[in-house]
């Protein structure tokens, strides 16, 4: 047999399992194809095999059932199962039989092919499904490194504030204390050297408290990681460093020595 008369009758094979698929999409739940439907289909089957050397490629029957979805492949099996009892009938002709026997071959084929088809589907969603799971975990693994991040960023914040809060608080415990000290001290001689000099020596002491204080704040400031300086670009001069990151100092001091010099200058002019 010529290969174009081969071809020419697998073109007319796949156009008839096109015509089955397009006149129902059954399966086993459906009603069976109608008798004259299927006596055409059983003409048209005896005139593609009416050459005994012909055999249906199976390359080119599963390629063709790759082409259809699930319900149009399982609907096939019925069709031609109703085509081999509509052969039953024509009697018991050799040709027949060899008709038959040709149907019967191409439907255990596309049986075989339909139950590849369908586990590779199966596997498929399988594959689909796992990688939907493996990306839920992924994202919800990514979610809980976030989440453990931003707890252990408020666990050391907490513990960050909370040095931060027993130091200043011991600073202030601290500074209040000897300041105190030291103005009682001061206030309990105010009859013996007049107000001018207490007054003088409670800026000084006010200096000194401030100084501890601050130094106690910086460096418990640094301890848990923050800055009491402002935000500024740095210079080369030290001073003028300090100055623009510390004005509060500076000015503090200029106002305490401002009043010192005033209180110097008032004792002089009272005596």
Not at 48 to 61: E, G, L, N
Not at 103 to 131: F, G, W, Y
Not at 152 to 162: I, L, M, N, P
């Amino acid at each position: 047999m010529s290969k174009e008369i081969v071809e020419d009758k697998m073109t007319q094979l796949t156009e008839l399992l096109g015509d089955i698929v397009e006149r129902g999409c059954a399966d086993e739940l459906d009603s069976e194809p109608t008798t004259d439907f299927a006596k055409e289909c059983w003409d048209r089957f005896s005139e593609i095999y009416s050459d005994p050397d012909f055999r249906h490629s199976y390359y080119t029957i599963s390629s063709c059932l790759e082409k259809y979805d699930p319900a149009q492949r399982d609907s096939l099996p019925v069709y031609l199962d109703r085509v081999v009892e509509v052969a039953e009938m024509q009697g018991d002709s050799a040709e027949v039989r060899r008709t038959a026997r040709s149907v019967k071959k191409l439907l255990d084929h596309i049986e075989l092919e339909c139950l590849r088809l369908n586990r590779m589907s199966q596997v498929k969603r399988d594959a689909d499904r796992a990688e939907s799971i493996q990306m839920e975990a992924i994202a919800l693994n990514k979610a809980t490194e976030k989440t453990e991040k931003e707890l252990d960023k408020r666990v050391t914040g907490f513990h960050e504030q909370s040095i931060t809060i027993l130091g200043i608080f011991s600073a202030v415990v601290v500074g209040f204390m000897s300041g105190l000290s030291m103005f009682t001290s001061g206030f309990n001689k105010l009859n013996e050297v007049g107000v001018y000099i207490v007054s003088f020596y409670s800026v000084v002491v006010g200096i000194i408290v401030f100084d501890i204080l601050f130094m106690l704040i910086f460096f418990i400031a640094k301890i848990s990681g923050h800055s009491l300086a402002r935000d500024v670009d740095a210079s080369k001069w030290w001073i003028v460093s300090t100055w623009q990151r510390y004005p509060y100092i500076y000015w503090f001091h200029i106002f305490a020595i401002a009043i010192l010099v005033a209180l110097v200058i008032l004792q002089k002019t009272m005596t």
